[in-house]
């Protein structure tokens, strides 16, 4: 179902909302290609948006504090030290935004933008595809991109980002989705949540949130140590994870509303942040998959190179067994 949100930069923007029939559903703006609805039913039947939302569009297109809530985030998610980087021995200067530092995309990044969008049904999933063209030196990076942000709903409960790119010349790419998810469907803080992670090992930051010299730090036995589930109350985070599989990365769940959430992706980390400094601080946590941070300037990281010929690919499902009615996992 498409319906008008409002226009922005004279572009109209639309929501689609994917529903599964089975008090399970997602609605998605083109404004950012952005996750603004999540619903999901507790263990009573009754439904909630689990994800932040905030109240109209002028508060997403405010550009002067962009908190980036659901949307998608590029060409590169997080922060790019000095806001250049090198490619084949060319220095390429990007938009410092944050700083001295490049960060989500830069001060126009994809989530200031109106993607184009088609919906479509496939078999029991139903699908919503959003493109973006970014042409070469947009906020400073080479080459033209077409962007893809592709959201997959079915009724067995899983929730299939997907993220596509191809590029006219060799550049840097790394896309997530940076939505705050609250299972108690936004009527309490996280602090009710417990959160498991896939990971030992984290990436260690300075106060500008660039990664330090060295490798990734061992988090055993650390406030950090999110191997077996753990209260999220008083829990600070605005970390970057090492994830030491690429199947799954984290599961949140909330015993009060009986929610659980299992997040898998294919990509080799994921960021987390507790949204401490948040408008409404602790509104939800953010649980963003994709590549480490100032990758283009760290050549011991994963690297984020894409050149043209290739497609950048980045797949993470979220999973709510309670949409499909139980709540048991073999992992």
């Known amino acids: 179902m498409r319906?008008?949100?409002?226009?922005?930069?004279?572009?109209?923007?639309?929501a689609y909302t994917l529903d599964a029939g089975n008090g399970f559903a997602a609605t998605v703006w083109t404004y950012g290609a952005t996750l603004v609805e999540v619903l999901v039913p507790d263990r009573a039947g009754r439904v909630g948006n689990v994800v932040v939302r905030l109240p109209d569009l002028g508060s997403y297109t405010d550009r002067r504090r962009p908190a980036y809530v659901g949307a998608t985030v590029g060409r590169y998610c997080r922060c790019v030290s000095g806001g250049r980087f090198t490619l084949d021995g060319v220095e390429h200067e990007l938009d410092r935004n944050e700083g001295g530092h490049h960060f989500h995309g830069g001060t126009l990044g994809?989530?200031?933008?109106?993607?184009?969008?088609?919906?479509?049904?496939?078999?029991?999933?139903?699908?919503?595809?959003?493109?973006?063209?970014?042409p070469d030196g947009d906020q400073g990076y080479p080459g033209d991109l077409t962007a893809e942000a592709r959201y997959e709903l079915s009724p067995d409960g899983r929730l299939?980002?997907?993220?596509?790119?191809?590029?006219?010349?060799?550049?840097?790419?790394?896309?997530?989705?940076?939505?705050?998810?609250?299972?108690?469907?936004?009527?309490?803080?996280?602090?009710?949540?417990?959160?498991?992670?896939?990971?030992?090992?984290?990436?260690?930051?300075?106060?500008?949130?660039?990664?330090?010299?060295?490798?990734?730090?061992?988090?055993?036995?650390?406030?950090?140590?999110?191997?077996?589930?753990?209260?999220?109350?008083?829990?600070?985070?605005?970390?970057?994870?090492?994830?030491?599989?690429?199947?799954?990365?984290?599961?949140?769940?909330?015993?009060?509303?009986?929610?659980?959430?299992?997040?898998?992706?294919d990509q080799p980390g994921l960021g987390v942040y507790s949204a401490d400094h948040f408008h409404r601080p602790r509104a939800g946590l953010c649980l963003e998959a994709g590549a480490w941070p100032d990758a283009p300037n760290r050549p011991d990281f994963p690297s984020v190179r894409l050149d043209p010929g290739q497609r950048y690919v980045h797949r993470t499902v979220h999973e709510f067994p309670i949409a499909r009615g139980h709540s048991d996992r073999a992992r």
């Open 160 to 265: 299939a980002l997907t993220f596509g790119a191809v590029t006219t010349a060799p550049t840097i790419v790394g896309l997530t989705n940076h939505a705050f998810w609250n299972l108690s469907g936004g009527s309490e803080p996280i602090d009710g949540h417990r959160l498991a992670l896939n990971s030992r090992r984290t990436v260690a930051f300075d106060d500008d949130l660039v990664p330090l010299p060295g490798p990734p730090r061992d988090l055993t036995g650390t406030a950090l140590d999110h191997t077996e589930p753990r209260s999220l109350a008083g829990a600070r985070l605005d970390n970057f994870f090492v994830l030491d599989d690429p199947a799954w990365a984290a599961e949140l769940s909330h015993e009060a509303s009986g929610r659980t959430m299992w997040v898998t992706t």
């Open 110 to 134: 994809f989530d200031g933008h109106v993607w184009e969008a088609d919906a479509e049904t496939r078999g029991d999933r139903l699908v919503l595809r959003l493109t973006l063209e970014s």
């Open 3 to 14: 319906t008008p949100v409002g226009r922005t930069n004279g572009a109209d923007v639309h």
